[in-house]
């Protein structure tokens, strides 16, 4: 990889346990540790209360953007035209300490040449940077500026160039006022998806966070609902919405949100789903004109969530991300299979002839596709490298609708006993209508 300085750039931002109450207008911490059970992080963040709302704050703002918490579907006329009725309520803005500051601004002079875009593992100067089932978006969706929301919330990391990046966590802030005291766990929050949705000017959020009902254990939540907020802002506030899809019993999962806007316009959520009665399996599903409900009737299963015995995804297949190419009108899916822990985890790729919904095998429906470069199946993979020993490469996503690249996380520094998952971006190649990493083996770059 090409081992770069980096500068650092501030980059202009916007802006509990429950039995730890705060005041309203409170400045707290909202970034408490992880969960053990999915992320391991490099930073040990400071120690963080839940955003505690006042008791007559929980019910749901009265505007047509905020359906009851247990809302699974939206009437089969939500793909309406949006309404005007995003105007949020009166922002209980959450902040970090006054202690913790943003990076100076460091910047080269304006006639130094432009920094070479980093490949491999990203780096801020020398320091890599943490985060789990990465959420890349840019702003407007114009490809200047990126922003990467992270699993935990610890993170939210942004460059303008691939080479010199800037953690924008202490101005980023969230307003979460009628979501449940168990939701506003926010260091339990799982894979985050953002888009920037043009008909309502806003940033619209998915992420997996426990359900009111969930219980919590050594092992984690034992259920999980996809909760959304809106966002003026790449950093918010965020500010909470309802429950796009909310569990319905206990040992319910619902995590990894992929949202998705079509060369048409239309809207989609891609998710994965276990345990508690539903089956295990990537679904797909339209969403309404404001991106807040599931269209009634459009759940899709896409692929199993297992892989099968004696297949490289170990029963495991998750993080689904979507992208279509207007050259071959072909919808691609890039998930992750294996286990997140160990050098097993690694992204594989769906294809999709017949549109995002479309699992009809005479139709060229969603299935299983790979390059058939070197004879590896996997897009990127890192089995038998000690460097990702603690963690292979998963959670990618394309970098943009060019699909040139491809950003995830990986423990890349495994071999020095560092289990955290980083941020690492790869060109990619195509072949067989299929996107692959152009490297023996199809490995990443060596950290």
């Known amino acids: 990889m090409r081992k770069l300085s980096l500068c650092l ?9 429950p039995d730890v109450a705060t005041a309203p207008d409170a400045a707290v911490d909202d970034r408490p540790a992880p969960d053990p059970d999915r992320t391991p992080d490099a930073d040990a963040p400071l120690d963080g209360e839940d955003i505690d709302a006042p008791a007559d704050s929980l019910d749901a703002p009265t505007d047509a953007l905020d359906a009851p918490a247990d809302s ?16 949020a309520p009166d922002a209980r803005d959450v902040t970090p300490p006054r202690d913790v500051t943003s990076s100076p601004d460091v910047s080269p002079p304006r006639d130094a040449p432009a920094p070479t875009p980093m490949t491999g593992l990203l780096r801020d100067g020398s320091a890599p940077l943490p985060c789990a089932d990465p959420a890349l978006f840019s702003a407007q969706g114009a490809r200047g500026t990126y922003y990467a929301y992270c699993t935990g919330m610890a993170h939210v990391w942004s460059t303008s160039d691939w080479a010199r990046f800037d953690d924008l966590r202490a101005s980023t802030r969230f307003d979460l006022t009628g979501m449940s005291a168990n939701g506003r766990q926010m260091g339990s929050w799982w894979a985050p998806d953002v888009v920037y949705a043009p008909d309502l000017r806003r940033y619209v959020m998915w992420v997996s966070v426990p359900d009111a009902r969930a219980t919590r254990d050594a092992s984690g939540w034992d259920t999980r609902s996809l909760a959304v907020l809106t966002a003026e802002t790449p950093t918010g506030p965020w500010i909470f919405r309802g429950l796009g899809l909310a569990a319905t019993a206990a040992g319910q999962h619902f995590i990894d949100p992929f949202l998705f806007r079509d ?8 998710f994965k789903r ?14 309404d004109a404001n991106w807040l409900h599931l269209v009634a009737g459009s759940q899709v299963e896409i692929v199993d969530g297992f892989g099968g015995p004696g297949t490289w995804e170990q029963n495991v297949r998750e993080n689904p991300a979507v992208y279509y190419d207007p050259a071959t009108r072909h919808h691609h899916m890039l998930f992750s299979g294996g286990h997140w822990d160990d050098d097993s985890y690694a992204t594989g790729h769906a294809l999709s002839a017949c549109g995002p919904l479309c699992t009809r095998a005479a139709s060229g429906g969603w ?13 990127t993979q890192a ?19 060019r699909a040139r690249f491809i950003v995830f996380a990986a423990a890349a520094r495994s071999a020095r006993g560092d289990a955290a998952r980083y941020l690492m971006r790869e060109p990619i190649a195509w072949r067989n209508d299929a996107p692959y990493v152009d490297r023996a083996g199809h490995r990443p770059e060596a950290p």
């Open 263 to 270: 060369h048409d316009g239309r809207r989609y959520v891609f």
């Open 383 to 401: 089995r038998g490298d000690a460097n990702f020993r603690h963690g292979g490469p998963g959670g990618a996503v394309f970098q943009d609708d």
């Open 9 to 17: 750039v501030l980059l202009a931002s916007a802006c509990s346990d």
């Open 367 to 379: 299935h299983m596709v790979s390059s058939g470069d070197r004879g590896v199946v996997q897009v």
């Open 72 to 87: 699974l579907d939206a009437p089969t006329d939500a793909l309406d035209a949006p309404t005007d009725a995003l105007d």
């Open 274 to 287: 276990y345990g508690g009665g539903v089956s295990s399996s990537i679904v797909g599903a339209a969403l």
